[in-house]
Structure formats: structure tokens, C-alpha cells
Antibody
Framework: LQLQESGPGLVKPSETLSLTCAVS??????????WGWVRQSPGKGLEWIGS???????YNNPSLKSRVTISIDTSKNQFSLKVRSMTAADTAVYYC???????????WGQGTTVTVSS | EIVLTQSPATLSLSPGERATLSCRAS??????LAWYQQKPGQAPRLLIY???TRATGIPDRFSGSGSGTDFTLTISSLEPEDFAVFYC?????????FGGGTKVEIK
């Protein structure tokens, strides 16, 4: 199984970030897994952004308030992240990951760097 | 939100030495704790889940222990490729949270 993030590397302040994670080598519709996003600001630790189940049920980190939307497209075997009202504090490497409910995040994408700057 | 506190922040050791990393939770996790390793420029890699179960392909020099609020990751004898940053992560409650990380560096 492989995960690949895609999206813009540069976003202007106040704009919306849109990232997609394409899943290959397995089905995103499996009931055993859920799919999530994690980010890492430069030189900092890991921050969980949110997760989604194939049914569309989502779990988001309250620290990002209501700026985050995670969606899933089972027909394209991919899931997506939108973060609204981006600021410099949202500059980070964004990772997508697969998780097993009983295990944790066992497969990760390589990460994509997003910089917020005018 | 469950806060995870990792210590020490940095561990300076030589290859062949034993590494002991700590993760303390602000409330009981039962055994719902995982450990990840992250090398520079790479995504995290799952090492341990449910506090003590090694993930697929993880060498047996890595071991995890603990339950409740106190957890330990032990690397019995450090190999050159083990030097990295290690994070703990809880799945007891939403939101999922990570510890701040422990960097294991070459002395």
C-alpha cells in the first residue's frame, strides 16, 4: 500500500489549502482502516489534524477550530484535506496516513511541504 | 485533550548502548499507546502499538512497556540506523495526541 500527497507548495495568507492523498495498492473502502492527516511545523513535533472513515465519519482536532474539512472519495480511492484561513503558523509538512483502529498509523505518505507566504 | 510528556528531550548515547525513553500521559491510556521513529526528511514509522507490540518488521531490540500513565520505549543496543527522533502517540481518546519527542543522538 502506498499513499501520495499532492497539492500546492505555496499558499497565500487567508487562502484555503487543499491537499489530496491518493491511495494505491489497496482499497480506501476497507472497514478495517481509517485515514488521516498529520502535520509537522519546521523543527517541531507532530500534530494530528483529523481522520476520516470510509463511511465519511470524521474526527477533527479542536485546536484547528472549524477551519478543517476532511473528505473521502471512494470512487477515486483518495481522501482530501482543506484548511481555511491559512496563516504563517500553518506552514508545515503535511502527511497523510492510514490507521488501524487497534494499532495506529501504520502507513504514511512521504509528506508534502506547504509554505504560507504572500 | 490528553497531554503526553516525553523525557528526556535529548539522549546522547553511543552505538551499542541501551536507550530508555519515557512517555507520561495526563490521564490513563490503558495500553493505547504507540511509538514512532522519525529520521530527518522522512515520514514517521510505526514501531510499537498497544504499548508493547512491535509493528511488522520492527527488530526485537525495540521493546515497549507500561500501562496507565507511564510508558517506556527501550532500544536494547543502539545500531547506527537507530539514531532519530521518537514520538509517543495515544489513541485512548479523540483528539489523537503526540508527545513532544525524544531525540536520540550519537554521543
Amino acid at each position: 500500500l502506498q499513499l501520495q500527497e499532492s497539492g500546492p507548495g505555496l499558499v497565500k495568507p487567508s487562502e484555503t489549502l487543499s491537499l489530496t492523498c491518493a491511495v494505491s495498492g489497496g482499497s480506501i473502502s476497507s472497514s478495517a482502516y481509517y485515514w488521516g492527516w498529520v502535520r509537522q511545523s519546521p523543527g517541531k513535533g507532530l500534530e494530528w489534524i483529523g481522520s476520516i472513515y470510509y463511511s465519511g465519519t470524521t474526527y477533527n482536532n479542536p485546536s484547528l477550530k472549524s477551519r478543517v474539512t476532511i473528505s473521502i472519495d471512494t470512487s477515486k480511492n483518495q481522501f482530501s484535506l482543506k484548511v481555511r484561513s491559512m496563516t504563517a503558523a500553518d506552514t508545515a509538512v503535511y502527511y497523510c496516513a492510514r490507521a488501524l483502529f487497534s494499532v495506529g498509523m501504520d502507513v504514511w505518505g512521504q509528506g508534502t511541504t506547504v509554505t504560507v507566504s504572500s | 485533550e490528553i497531554v503526553l510528556t516525553q523525557s528526556p528531550a535529548t539522549l546522547s548515547l553511543s552505538p551499542g548502548e541501551r536507550a530508555t525513553l519515557s512517555c507520561r500521559a495526563s490521564q490513563s491510556l490503558s495500553s493505547y499507546l504507540a511509538w514512532y521513529q522519525q529520521k530527518p526528511g522522512q515520514a514517521p514509522r510505526l514501531l510499537i502499538y498497544d504499548a508493547s507490540t512491535r509493528a511488522t518488521g520492527i527488530p526485537d531490540r525495540f521493546s515497549g512497556s507500561g500501562s496507565g500513565t507511564d510508558f517506556t520505549l527501550t532500544i536494547s543496543s543502539l545500531e547506527p540506523e537507530d539514531f532519530a527522533v521518537f514520538y509517543c502517540q495515544q489513541r485512548r481518546n479523540w483528539p489523537l495526541t503526540f508527545g513532544g519527542g525524544t531525540k536520540v543522538e550519537i554521543k
